[in-house]
């Protein structure tokens, strides 16, 4: 049997298959887990605000092993990889983490990952290590990316235009929202790098009559925050649909992402990293903004945060925004 219809029948059947692709298959698993805010911090204990983090990385490393699942499922099955030996896939990091991971369940011989110069080093040291994997790190990522990808049986996996990164996002780690808090969520804050996950969250919101605010956060310009990207960045490559699902955008300097970080510390296991701290800022700051008339509304609700990953490939980076010395 032609190897990649094998693993379209694996598919329809979870008893058989490679073990890894049946461990990130996002089906039917409930990956989702609320750790709550200490009743001292100030909007629980002045207007009685419930805060949750939400941490997705217990069955999954990352939050970017659903979407990446989801986009190359899609493609196997609408016959895009035919032919295809090579995978070329432009991203941050942790989209590229899982398409490492999963690529040899699709049969690809061969991954190409295109990164930006700045990517924390133990990101990059990662994927080094991993076998059949070379790692291209430019100025340019999307341009290099292309012109990788005309090579003879080479395809862009290009998470910035896709789709099935929305779909999942609204499939799987919308509904595990609403399956933790439902009604009771009255606002949600998503840090923003490809807008995937906060397009696909508001959508599975809307579709489940939430009327939850959702809170796209991202860098203050010119700052970078690993796993984010400021709106100039997200202009030039993001062509997702995320600007019909954010009701309120917050911008945070990359020092506050990465002091909110270390605060969550006390409180979130395991602990989160820099995106988390970016999410927690923005929503901290959603909230400041509002009169106290509608802080006290939200008494015996509940607003979110999604910690997308933890914190232990950004140890370089952690050291270099906050080292004391």
Same mark, same amino acid.
């Given at each position: ?46 207007w009685g605000i419930k ?38 896939v432009p991203s941050s ?82 509904? +595990?929202?609403?399956? %933790?808090? !439902? $009604?009771?969520?009255?606002? =949600? ?7 995937? &996950?906060? /397009? ?82 923005g929503l901290e700051q ?7 008339? +509608?802080?006290?509304? %939200?008494? !015996? $609700?509940?607003?979110?945060? =999604? ?7 950004? &140890?370089? /980076? ?8």
């Amino acid at each position: 049997m032609n190897e990649r219809l094998k693993i379209k029948r694996d598919f329809s059947d979870f008893s058989l298959g490679d073990p890894i692709l049946k461990a990130l298959n996002p089906e039917g698993k409930q990956f989702m887990r609320i750790r709550w805010l200490r009743d001292s911090h100030p909007f629980t204990s002045s207007w009685g605000i419930k805060v949750a983090a939400l941490i997705p990385f217990g069955d999954f490393v990352h939050l970017k092993m659903i979407p990446t699942f989801m986009m190359m499922q899609e493609d196997l099955e609408e016959g895009r990889y035919d032919g295809i030996t090579t995978l070329v896939v432009p991203s941050s990091g942790n989209t590229a983490h899982a398409a490492v991971r999963l690529a040899p369940c699709f049969d690809f011989r061969h991954t190409k990952i295109i990164m930006a110069n700045d990517v924390p080093d133990a990101k990059v040291a990662v994927l080094k290590v991993m076998p059949n994997v070379t790692v291209i790190q430019c100025a340019n990522v999307t341009a290099t990316a292309i012109e990788e990808a005309k090579s003879p049986q080479h395809y862009l996996f290009d998470q910035y235009s896709h789709m099935g990164n929305v779909r999942a996002h609204e499939l799987y780690t919308g509904e +595990e929202v609403w399956r %933790l808090i !439902g $009604k009771d969520l009255s606002a =949600i804050a998503v840090a923003m790098g490809s807008g995937g &996950t906060i /397009a696909g969250i508001g959508r599975a919101l809307r579709k489940n009559e939430s009327e939850a605010v959702v809170i796209g956060v991202r860098p203050k310009l010119g700052e970078q925050v690993p796993g984010a990207r400021d709106a100039k960045k997200m202009e030039e490559i993001s062509r997702l649909p995320w600007k019909t699902e954010v009701e309120h955008l917050a911008e945070i300097s990359r020092r506050q992402a990465f002091e909110h970080m270390v605060s969550l510390w006390s409180e979130v296991e395991p602990q989160p990293g820099p995106t988390s701290g970016l999410a927690w800022a923005g929503l901290e700051q959603y909230l400041d903004g509002l009169q106290s008339r +509608e802080l006290d509304a %939200l008494s !015996g $609700k509940v607003v979110a945060f =999604i910690c997308p990953d933890d914190y232990r490939l950004y &140890t370089s /980076a952690i050291m270099a925004e906050l080292d004391p010395k």
